[in-house]
């Protein structure tokens, strides 16, 4: 069977670090798959608001999650703090992709990747909207539009 695999953007647009509580532990004793979803979802809130936005308003738009990829590289256990790096990349007409690495702060080992595809959505009207440049010019740059 083929295996998932998530290549990082060269850059990193913004880190956090996220203590595991104790729901992310599942019964095996170490970091839940289902946590590491949840994790994500708290850096890109962070990572939004860190440039004054929500995931429901975005110059005016919320955002969509459009699907999410996984991939798992070590245990993480109760109290240990994760790094999580996230870089916004592969703009098109309507959203982007955002890539997360997420490590140990302790021993530097990387745990986890993920990858989420979110688009621009007028709740009110309930169509799609281009990506607003106010979101895309805090990411200008050319060799970000590109991972490794």
Known sequence: MARIKI????HVDFHTEIPLRIGDIN???HLG???VLSLVHESRVQLFASLGFSE?????LGIILTDAALVYKAEAFYGDR???ELAVSEFNRYG????YRLSNTETGKEVARAKTGLVFFDYAARKLHAVPALF???FNSSDKDKPE
């Open 7 to 10: 290549d990082l953007p060269p």
């Open 27 to 29: 019964y095996g004793g």
């Open 33 to 35: 798959n289902d946590a």
């Open 56 to 60: 429901l308003n975005v110059d005016g």
């Open 82 to 84: 994760l790094r999580v």
């Open 96 to 99: 982007c992709d955002i890539y």
């Open 136 to 138: 895309r010019d805090k």
